[in-house]
């Protein structure tokens, strides 16, 4: 079964994260994604080291980080200093749908790729930016990482508990958001293409695609004037059946429960804590806000009893009580849920062999679509890519490798 973007051709010159995971996301769904790297250089992700030592490294000098961002592309090097060089990106354009970078403004004006110049070569061409701050603004043009999407968004002050620094999300949220974005704007234009016939660019940044994940917490200020505290300390929650407990197996228990005059009952005889369910401190929402602590640790010395899984068992048999465990990454390869879903999936890639990756998060019931984890080699398939949608020949390609274009 064919991906639902079956047909679409993107040419995707990205480096780093925000970018590359959004043509990656195309490519899962289907898309023909070709990347061009650095004829010299590279994808700067292919390399990637902290303080000299190898990021992630993986065998035949691959990096987890590269194959994981750039999973299911073809690979084209080629000297975008040079004009055979543009002229190549001009006729893989010109056969394409889709053109997609993460460079500073003002690189691809420099080097002749911007959105005016290169819809001169496609005029139904969809141009997606993906930035740091911003088209506009007086730091549109200032350089951006994952980390500084997070400081400027909020989100670092929303975490964690009070008191403590601002708290980064490790695994390059904002990028990740970035990504997500950056794809839904494509697929958007895509769709208004189709059925208005224009062509147009997509901007997308960090800041905007953060400012969008902290949605509810930005516009309750925005309506109500009202700052959120952000994380509570879980022994002073204001709900105590919406908070987590730690359980005999060290693992903790997560309880979500919005509504908690419904569930209390249930929850009070499944702990054993009958005797509790009318007690003056406790017998409403608003009576258990102001005598949370004493509440929590209550719970606290029941929860500790029994496993996380037995608690979950215990509370789900007991009624509606919303609760699941807190798991780590390690868990959720192997969850049932998960595994049913296809959120994980079993796959084969061509250097490690059989192992498992993130699945495609939507299912389509027809159009299915399908990962492929090989990210390319460097340069792999440039004659591929060159022939397919360039046009070229096979003289023109062995001139340009003698000019050192690609």
């Not at 070709?34 to 035949?60: S, T």
């Not at 309880?255 to 249930?266: E, S, T, V, Y």
């Not at 360039?390 to 062995?398: K, P, R, S, V």
């Amino acid at each position: 079964m064919t991906g639902p973007l079956e047909g679409i051709r993107v040419i995707d010159w990205t480096q780093w994260q925000m970018g590359t995971v959004a043509t990656a996301m195309l490519a899962d769904l289907g898309a023909y994604v070709v990347h061009i790297e650095d004829r010299v250089r590279g994808d700067p992700g292919r390399a990637l080291a902290i303080g000299g030592v190898p990021y992630d490294p993986l065998p035949n000098g691959k990096r987890a980080y590269f194959e994981i961002n750039n999973r299911g592309k073809k690979g084209v090097a080629v000297n975008l200093k040079k004009d055979k060089g543009k002229e190549i990106v001009y006729r893989l354009v010109k056969n394409s749908d889709v053109f997609v970078h993460n460079f500073r403004q003002g690189v691809p004006e420099r080097l002749g790729l911007d959105y005016e110049t290169l819809r001169q070569h496609n005029p139904r061409l969809i141009y997606a930016a993906a930035s740091g701050y911003g088209p506009k603004g007086p730091e549109a043009r200032e350089p951006a990482f994952d980390y500084l999407g997070q400081a400027r968004s909020g989100i670092m002050t929303e975490v964690g508990e009070p008191g403590q620094p601002p708290l980064m999300i490790w695994g390059g949220i904002a990028d990740q958001m970035g990504a997500i974005m950056t794809s839904y704007g494509i697929i958007t234009a895509l769709l208004a293409r189709e059925r208005l016939g224009i062509s147009q660019k997509v901007d997308v940044s960090h800041l905007g695609s953060m400012i969008a994940l902290l949605g509810l917490t930005i516009n309750r200020y925005c309506y109500l004037g009202e700052q959120t505290e952000g994380a509570l300390e879980r022994t002073r929650v204001r709900n105590p059946l919406y908070n987590i407990y730690q359980c005999r197996d060290g693992k903790w228990l997560c309880l979500a429960n919005l509504q908690p005059d419904r569930q209390w009952p249930a929850l009070c005889k499944s702990l054993g804590i009958e005797q509790l369910e009318r007690h003056p401190k406790f017998e409403n929402a608003a009576q258990r806000l102001e005598n949370c602590e004493e509440l929590v640790a209550i719970m606290d010395e029941i929860f500790i009893k029994k496993t996380a899984s037995e608690w979950v068992k215990i509370l789900k048999e007991a009624g509606d009580i919303l609760c699941t465990t807190v798991q780590s990454v390690k868990d959720v390869l192997t969850d049932p849920q998960v595994l049913a879903n296809n959120y994980i999936i079993d796959c084969y890639h061509e250097v490690l062999g059989p192992m498992k990756a993130t699945g495609i998060p939507v299912q389509f019931s027809e159009t299915t679509g399908k990962v492929n984890v090989t990210a390319p080699e460097f340069g792999q398939h440039t004659e591929e890519v060159l022939i397919e949608i360039g046009g070229y020949d096979w003289e023109e390609i062995a001139k340009l490798r003698e000019e050192e274009v690609i």
